[in-house]
């Protein structure tokens, strides 16, 4: 079994920051692709940031400048770094992964981010 799991949602107010961490439970080099996506009440889930092997982290255009996408191998930990946050940044936030050698995918649970005053 391959496994995601996120920590580090919670309410911050317009500006503040907060770190979302991914814990695998397969060293990161398992992993051709890795990724944060998340979703807000009535809409599509969307891509945040993603990387995979051999490229530049990929952000999508409403957090680039603001969110940091960043791991650690030795702890098998995904991290997503935002700053500046606001409130239409509020939403369930997941970590993503495909497997190197089968290439499924794998979805954690989800965090939420709730940004307000």
């Known amino acids: 079994q391959v496994q995601l799991v996120e920590s580090g949602g919670g309410l911050v107010q317009p500006g503040g920051s907060l770190r979302l961490s991914c814990a695998v439970s397969?060293?990161?080099?398992?992993?051709?692709?890795l990724g944060w996506y998340r979703q807000a009440p009535g809409k599509q889930r969307e891509l945040v940031a993603q990387?995979?092997?051999?490229?530049?982290?990929i952000y999508a255009v409403s957090v680039k400048g603001r969110f940091t996408m960043s791991r650690d191998n030795a702890k098998n930990t995904v991290y997503l770094q935002m700053n500046s946050l606001k409130p239409e940044d509020t939403a369930v936030y997941y970590c993503?992964?495909?497997?190197?050698?089968?290439?499924?995918?794998?979805w954690g649970q989800g965090t939420q981010v709730t940004v307000s005053s």
């Open positions: 397969r060293g990161i080099f398992s992993f051709k692709t």
């Open positions: 993503n992964a495909i497997t190197r050698l089968s290439m499924i995918q794998i």
């Open positions: 990387v995979t092997e051999g490229s530049d982290t």
